[in-house]
């Protein structure tokens, strides 16, 4: 058997053992929303230690535990505290939390992020619909035998992020009053934020937001027939846009005074997809 396949067979066979839940929606935390789950009717939490094999986050303020529970009718499973590739480990950890999800039962898979703003007229604290990505910067997840057990060799990501759940996501924004931006999002392997040059470059590629995860969670989720829709908070603009040094403090208080708006539209879009079936947009 494929060693990583086999790796996530033992991790899914670690949750059936201890938690009976098939969750529809698989909802990943970024920062500013870790707190986001503890407002769920929650039935069951696992932490990623339990999970033989299971990458473990090492980034201030991620908690490091799957929590499962319902949004209104939608049986969901969050993700608090993703793992990232500037973590050290390989692509293959870094994506098996996705994989995971899907085993459990998700079809639906929606990403948050904290991001750098590239758009002309972004203000830090903006909330960016994610429409496309570019992911060319680190190794794709698929690199290798691939495991047909999940997906196919050459999967389509022509319609990454699904066009019905972010008319969803709209109208969710438009009833809530909140400013959406809408933009491709870039991710670059860090963990170092990225210089004046790197984010000319960024641009000029057609990015409107830059961070170090995301990108590579969705080629693996739609690579497994995942529905993928994702938000990016708009936690600081990118070197050179703007003057002040960048810190990772300056990321998580802009990400914490937004969580408040981020929260409410995470809620109303999973209230809307549970009311429609996760079919309707």
């Given at each position: 058997?494929?060693?990583?396949?086999?790796?996530?067979?033992?991790?899914?066979?670690?949750?059936?053992?201890?938690?009976q839940?098939?969750?529809?929606?698989?909802?990943?935390?970024g920062?500013?929303?870790g707190?986001?789950?503890?407002?769920?009717?929650?039935?069951?939490?696992?932490?990623?230690h339990?999970m033989?094999?299971f990458?473990?986050?090492?980034?201030?303020?991620?908690?490091?535990r799957?929590?499962?529970?319902?949004?209104g009718?939608?049986?969901?499973?969050?993700?608090q505290?993703?793992?990232?590739?500037?973590?050290?480990?390989e692509?293959s950890?870094?994506?098996?939390?996705?994989?995971?999800?899907?085993l459990?039962?998700?079809?639906?898979?929606?990403?948050?992020?904290?991001?750098?703003?590239?758009?002309?007229?972004m203000?830090?604290?903006?909330l960016?619909?994610?429409?496309?990505?570019?992911?060319?910067?680190?190794?794709?997840?698929?690199?290798?035998?691939n495991i047909?057990?999940?997906?196919v060799?050459?999967?389509?990501?022509?319609?990454?992020?699904?066009?019905?759940?972010?008319?969803?996501?709209?109208?969710?924004?438009?009833?809530?009053?909140?400013?959406?931006?809408?933009?491709t999002?870039?991710q670059?392997?860090?963990p170092q934020f990225?210089?004046?040059?790197?984010?000319?470059?960024?641009?000029?590629?057609g990015?409107?937001?830059?961070?170090?995860?995301?990108?590579?969670?969705?080629?693996a989720?739609?690579?497994m027939?995942?529905?993928v829709?994702g938000?990016?908070?708009?936690?600081?603009?990118a070197?050179?846009?703007?003057?002040?040094?960048?810190?990772?403090?300056?990321?998580?208080?802009?990400?914490?005074?937004?969580a408040?708006?981020?929260?409410?539209?995470?809620t109303?879009?999973l209230?809307?997809?549970?009311?429609?079936?996760?079919?309707?947009?």
């Amino acid at each position: 058997m494929n060693p990583v396949y086999e790796k996530l067979e033992r991790c899914l066979e670690s949750y059936r053992d201890k938690i009976q839940f098939v969750p529809k929606a698989a909802l990943v935390l970024g920062s500013g929303l870790g707190d986001y789950a503890d407002q769920i009717q929650v039935e069951h939490t696992l932490d990623y230690h339990e999970m033989e094999g299971f990458p473990v986050s090492t980034v201030p303020g991620h908690k490091g535990r799957f929590i499962f529970g319902y949004v209104g009718e939608l049986p969901v499973v969050c993700m608090q505290g993703r793992v990232h590739y500037y973590e050290g480990y390989e692509m293959s950890d870094v994506v098996l939390p996705i994989r995971l999800m899907k085993l459990m039962g998700a079809e639906i898979l929606f990403l948050t992020n904290a991001a750098g703003g590239i758009q002309a007229g972004m203000q830090a604290g903006d909330l960016m619909l994610i429409k496309d990505q570019i992911s060319s910067f680190v190794p794709s997840p698929l690199r290798g035998q691939n495991i047909g057990e999940l997906g196919v060799r050459f999967p389509d990501m022509s319609k990454i992020y699904d066009e019905k759940l972010r008319r969803i996501v709209k109208k969710a924004a438009a009833e809530l009053d909140i400013d959406l931006k809408e933009g491709t999002y870039l991710q670059l392997p860090g963990p170092q934020f990225e210089t004046p040059a790197e984010v000319a470059m960024c641009r000029t590629l057609g990015a409107d937001a830059v961070g170090m995860s995301t990108a590579c969670e969705a080629v693996a989720a739609r690579h497994m027939g995942m529905r993928v829709v994702g938000i990016s908070c708009i936690s600081n603009l990118a070197c050179g846009i703007s003057a002040a040094p960048l810190s990772h403090e300056e990321v998580q208080e802009t990400a914490d005074k937004t969580a408040p708006r981020f929260r409410a539209l995470v809620t109303e879009t999973l209230t809307k997809i549970a009311s429609a079936g996760g079919k309707e947009g």
